[in-house]
C-alpha cells in the first residue's frame, strides 16, 4: 500500500479556507485517495474520495494532479466543529469492495475563533 | 439505521480477565473491521471479515486476541487474558461491496478499553 505523508497539524481561523495537502508519491493505478475526518471521542467520519482531477462534495473538495502523487483536502469556510484530525489514505481497491485501509497519524487541524 | 453499533461503551477490568467486546454491523453491510487507536501507535487495523469469513487477521497483535462473526449481524472480539498495553479504544467499521473506488467505512462509537 502506498505511503501518505501530510502535516502533523495545522491551525486556521474561522471562516477560512483550509488546504490539507498529502503526499502520495509510490501511488500505483489501481489506487484511490480517501479522506476521513476524526473528531474527539469518536470514530473516523468519511468525507471525500477521488481517482484524479477533482472532487467536490457538500462538505469538502478534493484535489488531485495530473500525477496523482500528492492531493490537497480543501475546506471552505472553516468553524469551530470542523476543528479534528483529518486522515489522508490511499487504497489499492479492486473490483468487488476490497477495502484494507492504512490510517497514518493524520493532521490535526484546530480552528481558532 | 442506527448506524454501527459497539458494546460496551467502557470497560475497565484487571490484567488476567478475559475481555469480549462486540459489534453489530449495519444491516446489508458486507465488511466488518475491527481497529485500535492508542496515541502511540494511531489507528491500526486488527482484522477484517468479508461474509461473516475472516479475510486478514494481519493486524491482530497476539495469540491472546481472536476475532469472531458468527452471523452477518454480530461480530466479537476477545482479548484472553488481558494485558495493561491493551488499553485502547478499539473501534469496530463496516461497508458495503461495490465497484472500484467504493471506500467509505462507517464506524462505531468504539469502546474504551482500561486495563489495570
Known amino acids: 500500500l502506498a505511503k501518505t505523508t501530510q502535516p502533523i497539524s495545522m491551525d486556521s481561523y474561522e471562516g477560512q479556507e483550509v488546504n490539507i495537502t498529502c503526499s502520495h508519491n509510490n501511488i500505483a493505478t489501481n489506487d484511490y485517495i480517501t479522506w476521513y475526518q476524526q473528531f474527539p471521542s469518536q470514530g473516523p467520519r468519511f468525507i471525500i474520495q477521488?481517482?484524479?482531477t477533482k472532487v467536490t462534495n457538500e462538505v469538502a473538495s478534493l484535489f488531485i494532479p495530473a500525477d496523482r502523487k500528492s492531493s490537497t483536502l480543501s475546506l471552505p469556510r472553516v468553524s469551530l466543529s470542523d476543528t479534528a484530525v483529518y486522515y489522508c489514505?490511499?487504497?489499492?481497491?479492486?473490483?468487488?469492495?476490497?477495502?484494507?485501509?492504512?490510517f497514518g497519524a493524520g493532521t490535526r487541524l484546530a480552528v481558532h475563533p | 439505521d442506527a448506524g454501527v453499533i459497539q458494546s460496551p461503551r467502557h470497560e475497565v477490568t484487571e490484567m488476567g480477565q478475559e475481555v469480549t467486546l462486540r459489534c453489530k454491523p449495519i444491516s446489508g453491510h458486507d465488511y466488518l473491521f475491527w481497529y485500535r487507536q492508542t496515541m502511540m501507535r494511531g489507528l491500526e487495523l486488527l482484522i477484517y471479515?468479508?461474509?461473516?469469513?475472516?479475510?486478514?487477521d494481519s493486524g491482530m497483535p497476539e495469540d491472546r486476541f481472536s476475532a469472531k462473526m458468527p452471523n452477518a449481524s454480530f461480530s466479537t472480539l476477545k482479548i484472553q487474558p488481558s494485558e495493561p498495553r491493551d488499553s485502547a479504544v478499539y473501534f469496530c467499521a463496516s461497508s458495503p461491496s461495490g465497484p472500484p473506488g467504493l471506500n467509505e467505512q462507517f464506524f462505531g462509537p468504539g469502546t474504551r478499553l482500561t486495563v489495570l
Open positions: 489514505l490511499v487504497g489499492d481497491i479492486k473490483g468487488g469492495g476490497y477495502n484494507k485501509l492504512i
Open positions: 477521488g481517482y484524479k
Open positions: 471479515f468479508n461474509n461473516n469469513v475472516p479475510i486478514d
